[in-house]
């Protein structure tokens, strides 16, 4: 067998304290635009939430409780109006990427909430409904999730906290039934 003639340093440092500062740096500038790509994207997804609402108070009247879908209703306008200030206050800031963490929680405790509500839907909605209302409410719950997956990408945990207490809540319900 040869010889290498490289010869090993075990005392070397591999990364040098500059490429430390430089890849800090860098990550605190792609965490916010990630960040900020988060709240431009947002308002679609916002148009898109009361669309779907409306379409599932639609869809949903006289299934259930006619009480808890308005309260369900108005829990995603108060969401909804709660995010959109969020995003309003978020462009009149002077964000910068120190504080892009800060603005991601924000953001991603709005798109939590929003998927609780979209869970609790399915929850109060999905065991009494008949056939035709239980592929309604997958249908709305699956639009969601597939519509809001480009808008959410940036962040992993804006995705995980609006995606997984609806998929999870329609997994138990489906497979219980």
């Given at each position: 067998?040869?010889?290498s003639?490289?010869?090993?340093?075990?005392?070397?440092s591999y990364?040098?304290?500059?490429?430390?500062?430089?890849?800090?740096?860098?990550?605190?500038?792609?965490?916010?635009?990630?960040?900020?790509?988060?709240?431009?994207?947002?308002?679609?997804?916002?148009?898109?939430?009361?669309?779907?609402?409306?379409?599932?108070?639609?869809?949903?009247?006289?299934?259930?409780?006619?009480?808890?879908?308005?309260?369900?209703?108005?829990?995603i306008?108060?969401?909804?109006?709660?995010?959109?200030?969020?995003?309003?206050?978020?462009?009149?800031?002077?964000?910068?990427?120190?504080?892009?963490?800060?603005?991601?929680?924000l953001?991603?405790?709005?798109?939590?909430?929003?998927g609780?509500?979209?869970?609790?839907?399915?929850?109060?909605?999905?065991?009494?409904?008949?056939?035709?209302h239980?592929?309604?409410?997958?249908?709305?719950?699956?639009?969601?999730a597939?519509?809001?997956?480009?808008?959410?990408a940036?962040?992993?945990?804006?995705?995980?906290?609006?995606?997984?207490p609806?998929?999870?809540?329609?997994?138990?319900?489906?497979?219980s039934?």
């Amino acid at each position: 067998m040869a010889e290498s003639s490289y010869q090993h340093i075990l005392s070397r440092s591999y990364t040098l304290p500059g490429d430390v500062e430089n890849n800090i740096l860098l990550a605190r500038k792609t965490l916010f635009e990630r960040v900020d790509m988060l709240y431009r994207l947002s308002l679609a997804g916002f148009i898109a939430t009361l669309a779907n609402m409306a379409v599932a108070v639609i869809g949903l009247w006289n299934v259930g409780n006619n009480q808890a879908l308005i309260f369900w209703a108005v829990s995603i306008l108060a969401i909804t109006g709660a995010r959109f200030a969020l995003v309003k206050v978020y462009q009149s800031s002077r964000a910068v990427p120190d504080q892009a963490q800060r603005w991601e929680y924000l953001f991603c405790s709005g798109t939590l909430a929003m998927g609780l509500l979209w869970a609790a839907l399915a929850w109060l909605f999905f065991p009494q409904a008949d056939e035709l209302h239980r592929l309604l409410i997958i249908f709305i719950i699956g639009g969601m999730a597939a519509g809001s997956t480009g808008s959410l990408a940036p962040s992993r945990l804006a995705h995980l906290g609006f995606h997984l207490p609806p998929v999870a809540i329609m997994a138990v319900l489906r497979f219980s039934s």
